[in-house]
């Protein structure tokens, strides 16, 4: 059984910054591509960053410079470093991975970041 479990998530005010974590089970980590998504309300899911076992990285234009995705192999757990968040980074944030053809979601963490 796949899981996903973030935590990270919380009110920050503009120009800070915050470090989302997601622990995955139930997939062979290491060899797994990770991402991270995020919605905002009334908005389409959109991609954030995405990260592939040999660690190539794609960004959303929007959060490119400002944002990092990571991953630790031993802990099954992939990061996203947010800095200079702005407003318009409110959301919620999934974390997803792919397992036998299939895309696997977190249950996400709420991100609000004050004027």
């Known amino acids: 059984q796949v899981q996903l479990v973030e935590s990270g998530g919380g009110l920050v005010q503009a120009g800070g910054s915050l470090r989302l974590s997601c622990t995955a089970s139930g997939i062979i980590f290491s060899i797994n591509s990770m991402g991270w998504y995020r919605q905002a309300p009334g908005k389409q899911r959109e991609l954030v960053a995405g990260?592939?076992?040999?660690?190539?990285?794609n960004y959303a234009d929007s959060v490119k410079g400002r944002f990092t995705i990571s991953r630790d192999n031993a802990k099954n757990t992939v990061y996203l470093q947010m800095n200079s968040l702005k407003p318009e980074d409110t959301a919620v944030y999934y974390c997803t991975a792919p397992f036998r053809g299939l895309p696997y979601w977190g249950q996400g963490t709420q991100v609000t970041v004050s004027p």
């Open positions: 990260l592939t076992p040999g660690g190539f990285t």
